[in-house]
């Protein structure tokens, strides 16, 4: 790849307007998160978009997101994929099926487990956080902006009632009350607000500590399950006993889509 097409790979929520940025490749766009590529010289444009991305290294975005919740330790790749073409990581054992031409079957190396592993703490970490700020929004949103506009002033003003209080006398004038009642309220609102904030973002601490601690990729997919609604791999869903018999069939576990947090 020439210096003139060099890569830089960049996370974020989803947004639709990608398209604008010149070169823009986008790689994986699930549950709400998006990666995607653009050639170093656009990065600029990136300032165009209307939410923000950070940059990920290409390992991320080229094999975090490929093998994003894999439990196999061999996999099929196909002649783009560097493994095919590197003799230490091709398993010669194995026969591929019919109509699997041009694939390989490589033994997954820890540098794309590892790789995998990240990307699904990163990819979770947005999601986590877009869910909490969404919740968030949901108790702001039970006042006006103006009330919130004003919310900073009126507890500072009750906090001094010997100084200046315009916003408190409007607030008197209009309903009549006194003074010291009106201070009362604003206060006890403010403090019940905070401690629903403060919940808030200590339940947000503790889901997103929970992928934070996750040592494999067996774990994440647990968890990924469990908040996300992403059912696990089959194989996987077995060995924890997910998997039933129904007449000759094996069936799954249902899993409830959709966010869980």
Sequence with gaps: MTE?????????????????????????NMYGVCVFSVEEKWVRDLYTLPRSFQEISEDLGRWG?????????????TDEDPLSSENMFADENIVLSPGTSGKTVVKLPEERVAAA???????????????FDRKFLSLKARESKLEQFLWEAQVRE????????????SIVAAKGSKKEDVAAGILAGSAAFKEKVVALYADMLKVK??????????ELNVLWQTYMGIPI???????????????????????DPGLHI
């Design 233 to 255: 791999p089959n194989e996987q869903a077995k060995e924890l006993g997910q998997v039933h018999e129904e007449g000759e069939q094996l069936t799954q576990d249902d899993v």
């Design 158 to 169: 009750s906090n001094n009632l010997d100084g200046d209080t315009p916003v408190i006398d």
């Design 65 to 77: 997101t490929k093998h994003f919740g894999e439990i196999r330790t061999e996999v099929k790749v």
């Design 209 to 218: 500590q929970e992928f934070t601690n996750c040592a494999t990729i067996k």
């Design 117 to 131: 592993i990240e990307f699904m703490k990163v990819s979770a970490k947005l999601v986590i956080e877009d869910q």
């Design 4 to 28: 003139s097409t060099k890569l830089k790979y960049f996370i974020g929520r989803r947004c639709d307007e990608i398209d604008w940025v010149t070169t823009a490749n986008i790689i994986w």
